[in-house]
């Protein structure tokens, strides 16, 4: 019973990684989610707004172009790369200082967690308050000679 069901799932996982990974073909619909329009719109290529992109169908007719020759996605990424520079592509590659693209959102989130921690423990560090001099104990000494000097003056401690 149980390898019917670990062959069941291991089937309809492989099914699923099938499905999620298509033919293999690069497409432009793919290849424009991953590149930047570059007219000045800020948006990837299957989302430029403007409605006549002249950039948007020179782009595409490029990729369509490398399709056609037979690369690959990472190939054709790599080519729009060096036509137009590294600013085409929607995430920068993970070297050199494009790295820090990269590591500075984990760093600032660390940081942020940190300061936040810091700030919790003060707002919850109980405030030492100062003795009050009537909790410290007196001299018995002290005590008595401050009685016996009231007592003379003749100000008012009555037995």
Not at 39 to 51: K, R
Not at 96 to 101: A, C, I, R, S
């Amino acid at each position: 019973m149980r390898s019917k069901l670990a062959t069941c799932i291991l089937v309809v996982g492989l099914f699923a990684a099938a499905m999620a990974r298509g033919d293999g073909k690069p497409s432009v619909e793919s290849i424009g989610d991953q590149v930047m329009c570059l007219c000045g719109c800020v948006a990837t290529l299957n989302h430029c707004p403007h409605i006549d992109c002249s950039t948007r169908e020179e782009m595409k007719a490029a990729i369509q172009k490398e399709i056609a020759a037979g690369k690959d996605e990472t190939a054709i990424l790599q080519d729009l790369a060096i036509r137009y520079g590294v600013q085409v592509l929607a995430s920068p590659p993970a070297k050199g200082f494009d790295l820090t693209v990269w590591i500075l959102p984990g760093i600032g989130l660390l940081a942020g967690l940190a300061l936040v921690v810091v700030i919790v423990r003060r707002w919850r560090k109980p405030v030492a308050v100062p003795a009050t001099p009537s909790e410290r104990p007196i001299d018995p000494k002290l005590r008595a000679a401050v009685e016996e000097e009231i007592r003379n003056s003749g100000l008012g401690i009555r037995d």
